[in-house]
Protein backbone atom coordinates (compact mmCIF):
# COMPACT_ATOMS: atom_id res chain seq x y z
CA UNK A 1 0.00 0.00 0.00
CA UNK A 2 1.30 3.04 -0.98
CA UNK A 3 -1.38 5.07 -0.33
CA UNK A 4 -1.93 7.77 1.91
CA UNK A 5 -3.44 10.93 3.19
CA UNK A 6 -2.49 13.94 4.05
CA UNK A 7 -4.54 16.13 7.10
CA UNK A 8 -5.96 18.33 4.19
CA UNK A 9 -7.57 15.42 2.31
CA UNK A 10 -9.51 13.69 5.52
CA UNK A 11 -12.81 13.54 4.77
CA UNK A 12 -15.63 11.22 7.09
CA UNK A 13 -15.67 8.17 5.66
CA UNK A 14 -11.92 7.82 4.77
CA UNK A 15 -10.28 4.49 6.31
CA UNK A 16 -7.08 4.97 7.05
CA UNK A 17 -4.16 2.50 8.98
CA UNK A 18 -2.88 3.92 12.84
CA UNK A 19 -0.93 1.12 14.53
CA UNK A 20 -1.66 -1.53 12.90
CA UNK A 21 -5.33 -0.84 13.08
CA UNK A 22 -7.85 0.30 10.14
CA UNK A 23 -10.01 3.06 11.34
CA UNK A 24 -12.75 4.83 9.76
CA UNK A 25 -12.87 8.91 10.12
CA UNK A 26 -16.28 9.99 11.37
CA UNK A 27 -15.40 13.84 12.44
CA UNK A 28 -12.27 16.13 11.67
CA UNK A 29 -11.72 19.74 12.02
CA UNK A 30 -9.06 22.13 11.42
CA UNK A 31 -8.09 23.78 14.38
CA UNK A 32 -5.35 26.21 14.97
CA UNK A 33 -4.63 27.61 18.16
CA UNK A 34 -3.89 31.44 18.90
CA UNK A 35 -0.19 31.98 18.27
CA UNK A 36 0.40 28.35 17.12
CA UNK A 37 0.30 25.61 13.82
CA UNK A 38 -2.50 24.00 12.77
CA UNK A 39 -3.92 20.66 13.78
CA UNK A 40 -6.53 18.27 12.22
CA UNK A 41 -8.46 17.10 14.98
CA UNK A 42 -10.35 13.83 14.51
CA UNK A 43 -12.37 10.80 15.79
CA UNK A 44 -11.49 7.73 14.69
CA UNK A 45 -13.45 4.44 15.11
CA UNK A 46 -11.77 1.41 14.49
CA UNK A 47 -13.14 -0.76 11.95
CA UNK A 48 -12.91 -4.24 13.62
CA UNK A 49 -14.02 -3.30 17.28
CA UNK A 50 -16.18 -0.21 17.06
CA UNK A 51 -14.75 1.60 19.39
CA UNK A 52 -14.29 5.53 18.37
CA UNK A 53 -10.88 7.18 19.48
CA UNK A 54 -9.90 10.82 19.43
CA UNK A 55 -6.48 11.99 18.00
CA UNK A 56 -5.03 15.41 16.39
CA UNK A 57 -2.82 15.40 13.84
CA UNK A 58 -0.44 18.37 12.57
CA UNK A 59 -1.24 19.76 9.57
CA UNK A 60 1.08 18.33 6.94
CA UNK A 61 0.88 14.83 8.72
CA UNK A 62 0.17 11.58 6.52
CA UNK A 63 -1.73 8.55 7.00
CA UNK A 64 -1.85 5.07 5.64
CA UNK A 65 -4.61 4.33 3.67
CA UNK A 66 -6.19 1.34 4.86
CA UNK A 67 -5.94 -2.03 3.27
CA UNK A 68 -9.61 -2.22 3.05
CA UNK A 69 -12.00 -3.14 0.27
CA UNK A 70 -16.02 -3.40 0.29
CA UNK A 71 -17.75 -6.14 -1.72
CA UNK A 72 -21.34 -6.78 -1.99
CA UNK A 73 -22.63 -9.55 -0.81
CA UNK A 74 -25.76 -11.93 0.05
CA UNK A 75 -26.27 -13.11 3.16
CA UNK A 76 -26.61 -16.77 3.95
CA UNK A 77 -26.77 -18.09 7.06
CA UNK A 78 -25.50 -18.37 10.11
CA UNK A 79 -23.96 -21.45 12.14
CA UNK A 80 -24.03 -20.63 15.72
CA UNK A 81 -20.83 -19.19 15.44
CA UNK A 82 -20.26 -17.80 12.50
CA UNK A 83 -22.77 -15.36 9.98
CA UNK A 84 -21.84 -16.88 6.45
CA UNK A 85 -22.21 -14.77 2.73
CA UNK A 86 -22.12 -14.92 -0.46
CA UNK A 87 -20.62 -13.05 -3.24
CA UNK A 88 -23.16 -13.39 -5.89
CA UNK A 89 -20.87 -12.96 -8.79
CA UNK A 90 -18.50 -15.27 -8.21
CA UNK A 91 -20.43 -17.63 -5.56
CA UNK A 92 -17.29 -17.01 -3.38
CA UNK A 93 -18.24 -17.40 0.78
CA UNK A 94 -16.97 -15.79 3.15
CA UNK A 95 -17.41 -16.65 7.19
CA UNK A 96 -17.65 -13.37 9.59
CA UNK A 97 -17.60 -14.12 13.41
CA UNK A 98 -21.11 -13.45 14.58
CA UNK A 99 -20.15 -11.43 17.96
CA UNK A 100 -18.22 -8.99 15.72
CA UNK A 101 -21.12 -8.08 13.70
CA UNK A 102 -23.81 -8.54 16.57
CA UNK A 103 -25.41 -5.27 16.07
CA UNK A 104 -26.17 -5.69 12.31
CA UNK A 105 -26.62 -9.55 12.52
CA UNK A 106 -30.31 -8.93 14.10
CA UNK A 107 -31.58 -7.32 10.80
CA UNK A 108 -30.52 -9.86 8.45
CA UNK A 109 -32.39 -12.09 6.70
CA UNK A 110 -31.95 -14.92 4.36
CA UNK A 111 -30.74 -13.30 0.80
CA UNK A 112 -30.31 -9.85 2.22
CA UNK A 113 -27.65 -7.59 0.24
CA UNK A 114 -25.30 -6.21 2.58
CA UNK A 115 -21.55 -4.77 2.23
CA UNK A 116 -18.82 -6.73 3.12
CA UNK A 117 -15.73 -5.04 4.69
CA UNK A 118 -12.14 -6.91 4.27
CA UNK A 119 -9.56 -5.89 5.93
CA UNK A 120 -6.06 -6.98 4.64
CA UNK A 121 -7.95 -9.38 2.32
CA UNK A 122 -10.08 -10.98 5.72
CA UNK A 123 -13.80 -10.34 6.28
CA UNK A 124 -14.27 -7.89 9.43
CA UNK A 125 -17.95 -6.12 9.12
CA UNK A 126 -21.00 -5.83 7.02
CA UNK A 127 -23.03 -2.55 6.30
CA UNK A 128 -26.15 -2.68 6.23
CA UNK A 129 -29.04 -1.69 3.69
CA UNK A 130 -30.74 1.75 5.00
CA UNK A 131 -33.73 0.26 5.54
CA UNK A 132 -35.17 -3.34 5.71
CA UNK A 133 -38.47 -5.16 5.66
CA UNK A 134 -39.42 -7.41 8.10
CA UNK A 135 -43.03 -9.08 9.06
CA UNK A 136 -44.07 -8.92 13.05
CA UNK A 137 -43.71 -12.11 14.36
CA UNK A 138 -45.07 -11.03 18.20
CA UNK A 139 -46.83 -7.98 19.08
CA UNK A 140 -49.39 -7.03 21.44
CA UNK A 141 -52.95 -7.47 19.47
CA UNK A 142 -53.47 -3.55 17.53
CA UNK A 143 -55.13 -1.33 19.53
CA UNK A 144 -57.75 0.43 16.88
CA UNK A 145 -57.83 3.40 15.65
CA UNK A 146 -55.30 4.34 18.01
CA UNK A 147 -52.78 6.81 16.21
CA UNK A 148 -51.75 8.91 19.16
CA UNK A 149 -48.54 10.36 18.66
CA UNK A 150 -45.94 8.82 20.58
CA UNK A 151 -47.34 6.16 21.81
CA UNK A 152 -45.27 2.52 21.11
CA UNK A 153 -45.23 -0.84 21.98
CA UNK A 154 -42.71 -3.46 21.54
CA UNK A 155 -42.66 -5.78 18.39
CA UNK A 156 -40.58 -8.73 17.67
CA UNK A 157 -39.58 -9.05 13.61
CA UNK A 158 -39.18 -12.30 11.74
CA UNK A 159 -35.01 -11.24 11.17
CA UNK A 160 -34.51 -11.25 15.16
CA UNK A 161 -34.99 -7.69 15.82
CA UNK A 162 -36.65 -6.44 18.52
CA UNK A 163 -37.86 -2.44 17.93
CA UNK A 164 -40.50 0.12 19.37
CA UNK A 165 -43.50 0.27 16.81
CA UNK A 166 -46.81 2.51 16.90
CA UNK A 167 -49.98 0.75 18.51
CA UNK A 168 -52.21 0.47 15.70
CA UNK A 169 -49.17 -2.38 14.20
CA UNK A 170 -50.40 -5.80 14.05
CA UNK A 171 -49.11 -9.15 14.18
CA UNK A 172 -48.04 -10.73 10.61
CA UNK A 173 -47.62 -7.55 9.21
CA UNK A 174 -44.62 -6.48 7.02
CA UNK A 175 -42.43 -3.32 8.44
CA UNK A 176 -39.93 -1.35 6.81
CA UNK A 177 -37.55 -0.62 9.42
CA UNK A 178 -34.63 2.22 9.55
CA UNK A 179 -30.82 -0.22 9.97
CA UNK A 180 -29.17 2.87 11.27
CA UNK A 181 -31.19 3.74 14.02
CA UNK A 182 -33.35 0.94 14.74
CA UNK A 183 -36.41 2.23 13.89
CA UNK A 184 -39.61 1.91 12.85
CA UNK A 185 -40.46 3.67 9.33
CA UNK A 186 -43.48 2.44 7.43
CA UNK A 187 -46.22 -0.46 7.08
CA UNK A 188 -45.69 -2.55 3.80
CA UNK A 189 -48.94 -3.39 2.07
CA UNK B 1 -25.53 27.61 0.13
CA UNK B 2 -28.47 28.21 1.36
CA UNK B 3 -28.64 31.38 3.79
CA UNK B 4 -30.40 31.41 7.01
CA UNK B 5 -32.29 34.66 7.67
CA UNK B 6 -32.75 33.96 11.17
CA UNK B 7 -28.61 33.07 11.52
CA UNK B 8 -28.14 36.37 9.61
CA UNK B 9 -30.76 38.69 11.87
CA UNK B 10 -29.02 36.60 15.08
CA UNK B 11 -25.60 38.19 13.64
CA UNK B 12 -27.33 41.95 13.39
CA UNK B 13 -28.69 41.97 16.46
CA UNK B 14 -25.05 41.01 17.77
CA UNK B 15 -23.35 43.66 15.32
CA UNK B 16 -25.94 46.31 17.22
CA UNK B 17 -25.41 45.20 20.89
CA UNK B 18 -21.45 45.29 19.95
CA UNK B 19 -21.45 48.91 18.74
CA UNK B 20 -23.91 50.05 21.01
CA UNK B 21 -21.36 48.70 23.84
CA UNK B 22 -18.40 50.72 22.50
CA UNK B 23 -20.24 54.20 21.85
CA UNK B 24 -21.60 53.91 25.18
CA UNK B 25 -18.04 52.87 26.80
CA UNK B 26 -16.72 56.08 24.65
CA UNK B 27 -15.06 53.96 21.87
CA UNK B 28 -14.19 55.49 18.65
CA UNK B 29 -14.47 53.78 15.35
CA UNK B 30 -11.55 54.10 12.99
CA UNK B 31 -12.33 52.44 9.71
CA UNK B 32 -9.05 51.22 8.79
CA UNK B 33 -7.61 49.82 5.34
CA UNK B 34 -8.05 46.26 4.43
CA UNK B 35 -4.83 46.13 1.75
CA UNK B 36 -1.60 46.82 4.05
CA UNK B 37 1.81 47.25 3.56
CA UNK B 38 2.60 44.25 6.42
CA UNK B 39 -0.53 41.94 7.11
CA UNK B 40 0.71 40.48 9.99
CA UNK B 41 3.82 39.86 12.34
CA UNK B 42 3.48 36.69 13.95
CA UNK B 43 5.18 33.56 12.50
CA UNK B 44 2.29 31.44 11.85
CA UNK B 45 -0.04 33.81 10.09
CA UNK B 46 -0.57 33.84 6.55
CA UNK B 47 -1.71 36.71 4.51
CA UNK B 48 -3.54 36.73 1.53
CA UNK B 49 -1.87 38.86 -1.69
CA UNK B 50 -4.15 40.99 -3.37
CA UNK B 51 -2.36 42.64 -5.92
CA UNK B 52 0.78 42.73 -4.96
CA UNK B 53 0.47 43.50 -1.40
CA UNK B 54 -1.41 41.92 1.62
CA UNK B 55 -4.86 41.92 3.14
CA UNK B 56 -4.93 42.79 6.44
CA UNK B 57 -5.25 39.64 9.06
CA UNK B 58 -6.26 42.15 11.94
CA UNK B 59 -6.31 45.89 11.92
CA UNK B 60 -3.60 45.94 14.90
CA UNK B 61 -0.77 47.95 13.26
CA UNK B 62 -3.10 50.95 11.72
CA UNK B 63 -5.34 51.23 14.86
CA UNK B 64 -1.65 51.74 17.11
CA UNK B 65 -0.73 54.13 15.01
CA UNK B 66 -4.51 55.87 15.79
CA UNK B 67 -4.18 55.31 19.08
CA UNK B 68 -0.34 57.14 18.75
CA UNK B 69 -1.68 59.87 16.93
CA UNK B 70 -3.34 60.71 19.98
CA UNK B 71 -7.24 59.11 19.22
CA UNK B 72 -7.25 57.39 22.90
CA UNK B 73 -9.79 54.77 22.86
CA UNK B 74 -10.60 53.55 19.25
CA UNK B 75 -12.25 49.92 17.54
CA UNK B 76 -12.68 48.73 13.93
CA UNK B 77 -15.36 46.18 13.11
CA UNK B 78 -14.29 45.22 9.45
CA UNK B 79 -13.16 41.94 7.33
CA UNK B 80 -9.79 40.29 7.91
CA UNK B 81 -7.91 37.38 5.57
CA UNK B 82 -5.77 35.05 7.05
CA UNK B 83 -4.85 32.25 4.39
CA UNK B 84 -4.94 28.40 4.41
CA UNK B 85 -7.45 28.75 6.94
CA UNK B 86 -11.03 26.72 6.63
CA UNK B 87 -13.13 24.74 9.15
CA UNK B 88 -15.87 24.31 11.67
CA UNK B 89 -14.48 27.45 13.36
CA UNK B 90 -12.25 29.67 10.41
CA UNK B 91 -12.70 31.18 7.47
CA UNK B 92 -10.40 33.07 5.04
CA UNK B 93 -12.59 35.91 5.02
CA UNK B 94 -13.75 36.84 8.78
CA UNK B 95 -15.08 39.50 10.82
CA UNK B 96 -12.98 40.91 13.27
CA UNK B 97 -13.68 43.21 16.02
CA UNK B 98 -10.44 45.16 17.78
CA UNK B 99 -10.72 47.71 20.31
CA UNK B 100 -8.03 49.60 22.56
CA UNK B 101 -7.82 50.71 25.83
CA UNK B 102 -5.76 53.74 26.71
CA UNK B 103 -3.93 53.50 30.14
CA UNK B 104 -5.14 50.29 30.98
CA UNK B 105 -4.11 46.93 31.45
CA UNK B 106 -5.44 43.55 30.50
CA UNK B 107 -7.30 43.05 33.88
CA UNK B 108 -9.70 45.72 32.89
CA UNK B 109 -9.77 44.34 29.24
CA UNK B 110 -11.06 41.07 30.89
CA UNK B 111 -13.93 43.22 32.38
CA UNK B 112 -15.03 44.77 29.33
CA UNK B 113 -14.96 41.91 27.15
CA UNK B 114 -17.11 39.82 29.79
CA UNK B 115 -19.33 42.56 30.07
CA UNK B 116 -19.54 43.23 26.02
CA UNK B 117 -20.13 39.93 25.31
CA UNK B 118 -22.87 39.51 28.19
CA UNK B 119 -24.10 42.54 26.08
CA UNK B 120 -24.60 40.97 22.75
CA UNK B 121 -25.71 37.54 24.36
CA UNK B 122 -28.67 39.90 26.20
CA UNK B 123 -29.25 40.85 22.49
CA UNK B 124 -30.29 37.51 21.35
CA UNK B 125 -32.69 37.21 25.01
CA UNK B 126 -29.65 35.45 26.56
CA UNK B 127 -28.28 35.68 29.81
CA UNK B 128 -24.88 36.90 30.12
CA UNK B 129 -22.06 33.83 30.23
CA UNK B 130 -20.75 33.62 33.29
CA UNK B 131 -16.49 33.75 32.86
CA UNK B 132 -13.72 31.42 35.06
CA UNK B 133 -10.48 32.65 34.64
CA UNK B 134 -7.54 30.27 34.49
CA UNK B 135 -3.68 30.47 34.34
CA UNK B 136 -2.77 28.86 31.24
CA UNK B 137 0.13 26.75 33.58
CA UNK B 138 -2.64 25.66 35.33
CA UNK B 139 -3.55 24.14 32.81
CA UNK B 140 -0.29 22.95 30.65
CA UNK B 141 3.12 23.49 32.17
CA UNK B 142 5.54 25.25 29.91
CA UNK B 143 8.16 24.06 27.96
CA UNK B 144 10.68 25.53 26.40
CA UNK B 145 10.57 27.59 23.09
CA UNK B 146 11.88 24.68 21.14
CA UNK B 147 9.00 22.52 22.13
CA UNK B 148 6.47 24.66 20.85
CA UNK B 149 4.85 22.58 18.60
CA UNK B 150 4.39 19.94 21.06
CA UNK B 151 3.14 22.08 23.51
CA UNK B 152 0.37 23.53 20.80
CA UNK B 153 -0.07 19.83 20.10
CA UNK B 154 -1.01 19.11 23.65
CA UNK B 155 -3.07 22.15 23.96
CA UNK B 156 -5.32 21.17 21.20
CA UNK B 157 -5.59 17.83 22.01
CA UNK B 158 -5.85 17.64 25.94
CA UNK B 159 -6.88 20.93 26.85
CA UNK B 160 -9.14 22.89 24.61
CA UNK B 161 -11.62 20.39 24.24
CA UNK B 162 -12.19 20.69 28.18
CA UNK B 163 -12.64 24.69 27.93
CA UNK B 164 -16.60 24.16 26.89
CA UNK B 165 -17.55 26.30 30.30
CA UNK B 166 -16.79 30.59 29.29
CA UNK B 167 -13.74 30.25 30.50
CA UNK B 168 -10.75 33.75 29.83
CA UNK B 169 -6.97 31.59 29.93
CA UNK B 170 -4.26 34.73 30.55
CA UNK B 171 -0.38 34.66 31.97
CA UNK B 172 1.06 32.41 28.26
CA UNK B 173 4.44 31.32 28.39
CA UNK B 174 7.36 34.33 27.32
CA UNK B 175 7.33 32.60 23.91
CA UNK B 176 3.92 33.18 23.07
CA UNK B 177 3.98 37.17 23.70
CA UNK B 178 3.90 37.76 20.00
CA UNK B 179 2.96 41.62 20.47
CA UNK B 180 2.27 41.86 24.21
CA UNK B 181 4.39 42.74 27.25
CA UNK B 182 6.55 40.20 28.90
CA UNK B 183 5.75 40.66 32.62
CA UNK B 184 7.39 38.47 35.52
CA UNK B 185 8.36 35.59 32.86
CA UNK B 186 5.03 35.80 31.76
CA UNK B 187 3.21 37.11 28.81
CA UNK B 188 0.86 39.61 29.59
CA UNK B 189 -1.82 38.07 27.25
CA UNK B 190 -5.32 36.50 27.15
CA UNK B 191 -7.85 34.27 25.34
CA UNK B 192 -11.53 33.97 25.65
CA UNK B 193 -13.07 30.92 25.08
CA UNK B 194 -16.60 30.44 24.78
CA UNK B 195 -19.06 27.43 23.91
CA UNK B 196 -15.27 25.78 23.41
CA UNK B 197 -14.55 28.40 20.62
CA UNK B 198 -11.52 30.26 20.99
CA UNK B 199 -13.33 34.20 20.87
CA UNK B 200 -10.77 36.56 21.55
CA UNK B 201 -7.16 37.42 22.03
CA UNK B 202 -6.11 40.14 24.11
CA UNK B 203 -2.62 42.06 24.55
CA UNK B 204 -0.92 44.46 26.98
CA UNK B 205 0.79 46.31 24.31
CA UNK B 206 4.67 46.40 23.86
CA UNK B 207 5.21 49.62 22.89
CA UNK B 208 9.17 49.61 22.36
CA UNK B 209 9.74 49.50 18.87
CA UNK B 210 12.94 48.06 18.97
CA UNK B 211 11.55 44.99 21.33
CA UNK B 212 8.46 44.11 18.57
CA UNK B 213 11.45 44.76 15.50
CA UNK B 214 13.24 42.08 16.89
CA UNK B 215 10.89 39.92 17.67
CA UNK B 216 9.31 40.23 14.00
CA UNK B 217 12.76 39.53 13.09
CA UNK B 218 13.36 36.70 14.85
CA UNK B 219 9.56 35.33 13.33
CA UNK B 220 10.64 35.92 10.27
CA UNK B 221 13.83 34.10 10.59
CA UNK B 222 11.77 30.86 11.60
CA UNK B 223 9.29 32.11 8.42
CA UNK B 224 12.35 31.66 6.29
CA UNK B 225 13.68 28.76 7.45
CA UNK B 226 10.42 26.99 7.28
CA UNK B 227 10.37 27.69 3.49
CA UNK B 228 7.71 30.67 3.83
CA UNK B 229 7.98 34.44 2.98
CA UNK B 230 8.63 36.64 5.43
CA UNK B 231 6.05 39.46 6.86
CA UNK B 232 6.68 42.58 5.20
CA UNK B 233 8.23 45.85 7.77
CA UNK B 234 5.65 48.35 8.38
CA UNK B 235 8.15 51.21 8.87
CA UNK B 236 5.51 53.85 9.62
CA UNK B 237 4.07 51.18 12.09
CA UNK B 238 7.38 51.40 14.01
CA UNK B 239 7.85 54.79 13.64
CA UNK B 240 4.89 55.77 15.24
CA UNK B 241 5.05 53.58 18.37
CA UNK B 242 7.21 55.83 20.27
CA UNK B 243 3.88 58.11 20.66
CA UNK B 244 1.59 55.33 21.38
CA UNK B 245 0.44 55.71 25.26
CA UNK B 246 0.35 52.59 27.58
CA UNK B 247 -2.54 50.67 26.43
CA UNK B 248 -4.07 47.01 25.97
CA UNK B 249 -5.75 45.82 23.07
CA UNK B 250 -7.95 42.93 22.09
CA UNK B 251 -9.35 41.20 18.86
CA UNK B 252 -12.63 39.43 19.22
CA UNK B 253 -13.72 36.89 16.05
CA UNK B 254 -17.19 38.48 15.49
CA UNK B 255 -18.54 35.37 13.36
CA UNK B 256 -17.49 33.13 16.32
CA UNK B 257 -19.10 34.50 19.17
CA UNK B 258 -22.33 34.67 16.52
CA UNK B 259 -21.37 31.16 16.42
CA UNK B 260 -20.83 30.53 20.03
CA UNK B 261 -24.21 32.06 20.90
CA UNK B 262 -26.11 30.94 18.47
CA UNK B 263 -24.90 27.39 18.48
CA UNK B 264 -25.04 27.58 14.37
CA UNK B 265 -23.07 24.20 13.21
CA UNK B 266 -20.42 26.00 10.73
CA UNK B 267 -18.84 29.40 10.68
CA UNK B 268 -20.32 29.83 7.27
CA UNK B 269 -23.82 29.64 8.69
CA UNK B 270 -23.44 32.69 10.33
CA UNK B 271 -21.81 34.54 6.92
CA UNK B 272 -23.13 35.20 3.74
CA UNK B 273 -21.84 32.82 1.40
Same mark, same amino acid.
Given at each position: ?12 ? /? ?16 ? $? ?9 ? $? /? $?? /? ?57 ? $? ?49 ? /? ?32 | ?232 ? *? ?19 ? *? ?18
Amino acid at each position: MANSYETSEFRNG /LKVELEGNPYTVTYFQFV $KPGKGTAFTRT $K /L $KN /LITGAVIERTFRTGERLDAADVEEQEMEYLFNDGEFHHFMNKESFEQVAISSPSIEDEA $KFLTENLGVYVLFYKSKPISITLPPFIESRVVYTEPAVKGNTSQGATKQAT /LACGASIQVPLFVDQDELLRVDTRTGEYVARVK | MTLDPALLRARAAVLRALRGWLDHQGYLEVPTPVRVVCGALEEHLETVDAAGRPLRTSPELALKRAIAAGLGRVYEIGPCFRAEEEGVHHSLEFTMLEWYRVGAGTDELMDEVESLIGAAAEALGQRPPAFSRRRVDSLLPDDGPGAADAWFHRWVDAVEPQLTAPTIVWGYPPWQAALARVRDGRADRFEVYLGGIELANAFAEEGDPAELRARQDAANLRRCAAGRAPHPV *DDAFYAALPAMPRCAGIALGV *DRLVLALTGAPHIRAVQVR
